[in-house]
């Protein structure tokens, strides 16, 4: 592994061995930046095992990582675990024999190795990442969300409140959400 640029392996000398040979390399402790305001709230940690095959290397790759995060329901601060798998065929940019560029024409949308015949592995890895954020993750499967009345979290430590400090604009909305729920099955 290269020890200066994480998630990127040179394969140059991989890529002259028959088709099928592997390297295998552990990732650990990495942390990468993410677009779209996600926030890394672990480091990643896993296997890239990169395979040679005709026309490229195959890239299976198993992570773990985790996402910082706002429950949906109670706001709550959260880091929301992921489990990431990449597997995707990697071609190179160069031939091999000539050095000359190779047509990207027929498939501009794969995945290239560098110039140098390097795999460099982070923007899949953020694609990845992007792609299992999940829409509204909880902090627990059962989460009770939020009072309409006072706005704390309901649940354990939360103390029912007397009818009468109920604001009537606020009952009607908590019946609306009571409609709203069964409504949703
Ligand atoms: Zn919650
Ligand atoms: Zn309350």
């Known amino acids: 592994m290269n020890r200066f640029q994480p998630l990127t ?24 930046p993410l677009p779209d305001d996600l926030r890394l709230a ?11 095959t005709n026309r490229g ?8 990582t985790a996402l ?9 601060e959260i880091e929301i675990p992921l489990d990431l798998r990449i597997r995707e065929e990697v071609l ?10 190779l047509d990207r024409s027929g498939e501009p949308d794969v995945a ?6 390097e ?16 829409i509204a993750p909880l902090c627990e499967p059962a ?12 649940g354990p430590g939360h103390a029912d409140h007397p009818e009468d400090d109920i604001d009537p604009r606020l009952a009607a909305l908590r019946a609306f959400r009571v409609d709203g729920d069964a409504e949703n099955g």
């Open 119 to 134: 795999l460099e592995l982070e923007p899949l890895v953020a694609e990845a990442i992007s792609l299992a954020e999940p």
């Open 42 to 52: 672990a480091a990643i940690e896993g296997t890239v095992v990169v395979a040679r």
């Open 92 to 101: 190179p940019s160069l031939d091999l024999a000539t050095g000359q560029p």
């Open 9 to 32: 392996y040179p394969l140059a000398a991989l890529l002259a061995e028959p088709v099928g040979s592997e390297r295998a390399y552990g990732v650990s402790g990495v942390t990468i």
């Open 112 to 117: 290239r190795l560098t110039d140098h015949h």
């Open 57 to 64: 290397v195959l890239v299976d790759s198993r992570l773990a």
């Open 68 to 76: 910082a995060g706002t429950c949906s329901r109670c706001l709550r």
């Open 143 to 154: 989460c009770p969300g939020l009072c309409v009345v006072c706005g704390e979290r309901l």
